[in-house]
């Protein structure tokens, strides 16, 4: 999936001019190189810079030149006298060798980047490098009816850009709010599709995350040939809840690839992660804090290779936790501290209430009658001792709408609709 390109980071990763610029060895590169053309068969010199995402002259080059020096690969007629044409097949002994490499370690793909280069763009590539100004919270909260005081709250916290806490009761929409954050950030970053550390390949693009964009023939004009090791993407958002695990905030080593894939904090660098339901988690909420105490106040992060050696690895994003759990139920006062803003997100207040209910029937197509919320309000909430809730107008809307359909007929907010609404959608307590 591509969207349109948001604002142009101000310099691209550099195209590499030699082996040393790759960051990796030109022992890595041959590895590497004889798995791709194991695993493509008959392949031209440029098919190989393509898969790798090298340029051919200069790197891929002497690669392949290696491969027939060795007797791993023989050179069949080419197309012209142009090198990048030739075609490369593996000799019985190449076949041998690439097995060998592949038993090690079986990533094939674009030609990692090495930690510290990595390490280095991340930095530059931080949200916390452009200040959020009244204007971009209140344009990011726009589709959602808040308390008045909440962008005045939010905004100085998305500048810290270290750790938000979201708390209040359930259904009103501190999910919502965390995934507008992401709103607030402008311009796009660049993430490379593989580490390489200690010999070992980190995965870290993720299309299930990384949304890349697309670019108009100025912008890639602009950009240049930058490193075609890395994607050009949106800020991520990597939203978790309360399938997250300890084990999730550590790479994940897979047997048969002998890889690793880079956990969820990576794949969020240079965006937001939004903890969803904290407190809900295969873990205590403490395990989860003593995990990140490192992390939020240094902005680095550890983790460790199957071998026991240790990475340093940026740590730059926004880190979001949102629960209904009461705080002093979660952790003590000290493990809160660590947590630099909280922000409260409570009940409606009956206007407020209105306005959600207008925009969900007009979102629904459904003509908004103020005598039936009145109605809903007195009967359902006043009268029932019910509190309401910012996600009840949607919900409500969406079981008259369902009844409607049912029934064959235009979905209607009547007094007759809210009731039989609510007598399925409410439980006594």
Not at 49 to 61: G, K, M, Q, S, T
Not at 137 to 159: R, Y
Not at 226 to 251: C, F, M, N, Q, S
Not at 355 to 362: L, N, P, Q
Request: hydrophobic share 40%; glycine share 6%.
């Amino acid at each position: 999936m591509t969207t349109p390109a948001p604002q142009l980071p101000t310099a691209a990763p550099a195209s590499p001019d030699s082996i040393e610029a790759t960051g990796v060895s030109f022992a890595f590169l041959q590895e590497l190189g004889l798995k791709c053309i194991y695993q493509l068969g008959e392949v031209s010199g440029q098919q190989v810079a393509d898969y790798l995402r090298l340029p051919f002259f200069n790197i891929v080059e002497k690669v392949l030149k290696s491969y027939v020096d060795d007797k791993y690969c023989e050179v069949l007629q080419g197309t012209s006298y142009v090198s990048s044409t030739w075609k490369y097949v593996l000799t019985v002994d190449g076949r041998r060798k690439a097995l060998e490499v592949i038993a090690r370690c079986a990533y094939t793909g674009p030609c990692p980047v090495s930690l510290a280069y990595y390490a280095s763009l991340a930095k530059h590539q931080s949200p916390n490098l452009k200040d959020i100004h009244r204007p971009e919270v209140a344009e990011a909260l726009s589709d959602l009816v808040t308390d008045p005081g909440l962008c005045e709250k939010l905004g100085p916290a998305v500048n810290s850009c270290r750790s938000i806490f979201l708390y209040g009761p359930p259904g009103n929409g501190k999910t919502s709010v965390g995934e507008r954050i992401r709103r607030m950030f402008t311009g796009s970053i660049w993430v490379p599709y593989a580490l390489e550390a200690d010999n070992e390949v980190i995965r870290v693009f993720d299309p299930s995350i990384h949304t890349k964009v697309a670019l108009s023939e100025a912008q890639a004009a602009q950009l240049g040939a930058p490193d075609r090791r890395w994607e050009l993407v949106e800020r991520p958002l990597v939203i978790v809840g309360g399938e997250l695990t300890l084990a999730g905030l550590e790479l994940s080593y897979d047997a048969n690839s002998k890889c690793y894939t880079a956990p969820f904090q990576v794949k969020a660098n240079g965006g937001i992660l939004l903890i969803d339901d904290f407190g809900r988690q295969r873990m205590e909420p403490r395990e989860l804090l003593n995990r990140w105490i490192v992390p939020l106040e240094k902005r680095e992060d550890y983790l460790s290779l199957r071998t026991g050696k240790q990475l340093v690895i940026p740590f730059e994003l926004l880190v979001v936790f949102a629960t209904n759990i009461e705080p002093k139920d979660l952790v003590d006062e000290a493990f809160l501290r660590r947590i630099r803003y909280k922000i409260k997100l409570s009940d409606p207040s009956a206007d407020e209430f209105r306005e959600v209910f207008k925009r969900c029937c007009a979102a629904n197509r459904v003509a908004y009658d103020d005598d039936a919320v009145t109605h809903l309000i007195q009967k359902h909430y006043v009268e029932a001792k019910r509190l309401m809730r910012s996600c009840h107008p949607r919900d409500l809307v969406d079981q008259i709408t369902d009844r409607a359909k049912f029934l064959g007929a235009p979905p209607a907010l009547t007094q007759e609709s809210v009731d039989g609404a609510c007598e399925t959608y409410f439980v006594e307590f």
